[in-house]
């Protein structure tokens, strides 16, 4: 599959980015739109998907959620050549999102958000599970005790490499 922007009306809306990895896709978002860009992009989501949206605190939070959640369904219906409307998202384990299509492959994907930006990835073979974060360059991060939490032996040892020789 060829991995293009995503345009709506004409218009780049999401930005493909380099493949972080082989069979894996990515593309960029800003999150703010026009308020009739996002009276758009509301007409793919489901019922209860608007109902989230109510449920967010300001008009800026809800129109990002809108946006995002859009874009996602775009994406995923050009992968799985549906109308994004029609993509049968579901919430799966741990309230992870996921395509629920019965006999299908489905791809595996994932979205972070942060601020006024999202980052969407898609992995192309249904046998690989991926993950993406998106970070202000200005947040304060624990590394150490997001290390601890998320990652093996193995990787804790080589970032404590690291971090001793960062200090020489």
Same mark, same amino acid.
């Given at each position: 599959?060829?991995?293009?922007?995503?345009?709506?009306?004409?218009?780049?809306?999401?930005?493909?980015?380099?493949?972080?990895?082989? +069979?894996?896709?990515?593309?960029?978002?800003?999150?703010?739109?026009?308020?009739? #860009?996002?009276?758009?992009?509301?007409?793919?989501?489901?019922?209860?998907?608007?109902?989230?949206?109510?449920?967010?605190?300001?008009?800026?939070?809800?129109?990002?959620?809108? /946006?995002?959640?859009? /874009?996602?369904?775009?994406?995923?219906?050009?992968?799985?050549?549906?109308?994004?409307?029609?993509?049968?998202?579901?919430? +799966?384990?741990?309230?992870?999102?996921?395509? #629920? %299509?019965?006999?299908?492959?489905?791809?595996?994907?994932?979205?972070?958000? /942060?601020?006024?930006?999202? $980052?969407?990835?898609?992995? %192309?073979?249904?046998? %690989?599970? $991926?993950?993406? #974060?998106?970070?202000?360059?200005?947040?304060?991060?624990?590394?150490?005790?997001?290390?601890?939490?998320?990652?093996?032996?193995?990787?804790?040892?080589? %970032?404590?490499?690291?971090?001793?020789?960062?200090?020489?």
């Amino acid at each position: 599959m060829r991995v293009d922007d995503l345009r709506v009306a004409g218009n780049v809306v999401a930005h493909a980015l380099p493949p972080p990895a082989e +069979g894996v896709h990515a593309w960029w978002r800003e999150l703010t739109s026009s308020d009739a #860009d996002v009276e758009v992009a509301r007409s793919v989501l489901s019922a209860e998907e608007i109902a989230r949206a109510e449920r967010f605190g300001t008009p800026a939070l809800r129109a990002r959620y809108v /946006t995002g959640r859009a /874009t996602l369904r775009m994406l995923l219906g050009r992968w799985l050549g549906v109308a994004p409307s029609v993509v049968p998202l579901v919430r +799966g384990a741990r309230g992870r999102p996921r395509v #629920d %299509m019965d006999g299908a492959d489905t791809p595996d994907f994932n979205v972070s958000h /942060t601020r006024d930006a999202a $980052i969407i990835a898609i992995a %192309m073979s249904p046998s %690989m599970r $991926i993950g993406v #974060d998106l970070e202000r360059r200005d947040r304060e991060v624990d590394a150490v005790r997001l290390a601890r939490k998320f990652l093996t032996p193995r990787e804790r040892e080589a %970032m404590e490499a690291l971090a001793a020789n960062a200090g020489r």
